[in-house]
Structure formats: structure tokens, C-alpha cells
């Protein structure tokens, strides 16, 4: 029997997951994820409204696809006001690559300095479960960036069709 708190994931989003780490992941540090890393955005209402709004009228991302994708999104406000529970997954690798725990990080190192930090949203999916939308944050030692990632399945394969970058993060180096 499962733990209450698991999040069962689909064969579609296990192979969408692993082929975007397969892309992004340049294997040069080890990837950070906490217990509660697939948990949606947490986006206050007006930044995701306008985030929906801006991939519906700029980059016509298919309605449905959109309502998918919006209503996995946990809102900051339920969070901060009826304490949403968080979903964590187990060890057992069902990811094709390699990770750690960022509870199992040293409290003395940077975090950012040999590490990278993912966070990823869950996936919107069209009602044919064809087309997929995923939102992804990644920050390393010199910045990151939040992006979003479409995909649609060709042949039973999840290929990215359009990247879309929403924002940059620049990290400033501390001064001695």
C-alpha cells in the first residue's frame, strides 16, 4: 500500500520528465530535488493568470491543454491558507536519472555551487493525452531560468515541440 502522501505518476509523465532532464541536465553537477518537487507552481493569481493569458495570446498553446495545465497549479493563497499537502515521491529510481534529496545536502555547502536546484509543475495534458505542457525552474551556480517545455507524442515518444523561455535568473556573487 502506498504512503497517503505519494503521488502515483503516469507512464506519459515519467517519460516526459526523463526526456526533458535527458535535454536540459548537462551532467556536469547532480540535480537537487525536494521530497515535494512536482507540486505545481506556486504562482500568485495574477502572475499566473498572466502567464496563461501570455501563452494563449502570444504562443496560441491550445485551450485545452491550457485548462490542463492551470488547474494542476497549486495557488500560493491555498497553500499559505489551508496548509496543501505536498506530494512526495519515493527513492525507488523511476526516474532515469541521477539525484539527490536535498535533505540529504550538507548545511555547509552552496547549494548552487555544485549542484543543480529543479523544481518542475505537473503536466497539462490535451483531452487525446497527445500534446503536453510543462513548466520547469532550474537554478545553478551562475542563475537559471524558469521555462516552459511543450511536447507532443509522436510514434509513443514524447518529443518537445516548442520551448518557451518566461524568465531569467541571474545570480550575484557575493562580495567580500
Request: hydrophobic share 40%; charged share 30%.
Given at each position: 500500500m502506498k504512503p497517503e502522501n505519494s503521488y502515483l505518476f503516469s507512464k506519459d509523465e515519467i517519460d516526459i520528465i526523463n526526456g526533458l532532464i535527458n535535454v536540459i541536465h548537462d551532467n556536469k553537477n547532480t540535480i537537487v530535488l525536494s521530497g515535494?518537487?512536482?507540486?505545481?507552481?506556486?504562482?500568485?493569481?495574477?502572475?499566473?493568470?498572466?502567464?496563461?493569458?501570455?501563452?494563449?495570446?502570444?504562443?496560441?498553446?491550445?485551450?485545452?491543454?491550457?485548462?490542463?495545465?492551470?488547474?494542476?497549479?497549486?495557488?500560493i493563497?491555498?497553500?499559505?491558507?489551508?496548509?496543501?499537502?505536498?506530494?512526495?515521491?519515493?527513492?525507488?529510481?523511476?526516474?532515469?536519472?541521477?539525484?539527490?534529496?536535498?535533505g540529504e545536502l550538507k548545511k555547509d555547502i552552496d547549494l548552487l555551487e555544485d549542484y543543480e536546484d529543479i523544481s518542475f509543475s505537473r503536466i497539462g495534458f490535451n483531452d487525446e493525452i497527445t500534446k503536453a505542457i510543462?513548466?520547469?525552474?532550474?537554478?545553478?551556480?551562475?542563475?537559471?531560468?524558469?521555462?516552459?517545455?511543450?511536447?507532443?507524442?509522436e510514434n509513443k515518444e514524447w518529443k518537445i515541440t516548442d520551448i518557451i523561455e518566461i524568465y531569467g535568473i541571474e545570480r550575484i556573487e557575493k562580495v567580500e
Open positions: 515535494s518537487f512536482y507540486f505545481g507552481i506556486f504562482l500568485r493569481e495574477s502572475v499566473r493568470s498572466g502567464l496563461i493569458k501570455s501563452l494563449r495570446d502570444e504562443h496560441n498553446i491550445d485551450n485545452s491543454i491550457l485548462q490542463s495545465f492551470e488547474e494542476k497549479l497549486i495557488k493563497e491555498d497553500f499559505e491558507e489551508k496548509n496543501v499537502k505536498l506530494m512526495a515521491i519515493d527513492r525507488n529510481n523511476i526516474f532515469e536519472f541521477n539525484f539527490i534529496w536535498s510543462i513548466f520547469l525552474e532550474i537554478r545553478l551556480k551562475n542563475g537559471g531560468n524558469g521555462t516552459v517545455y511543450l511536447f507532443e507524442k
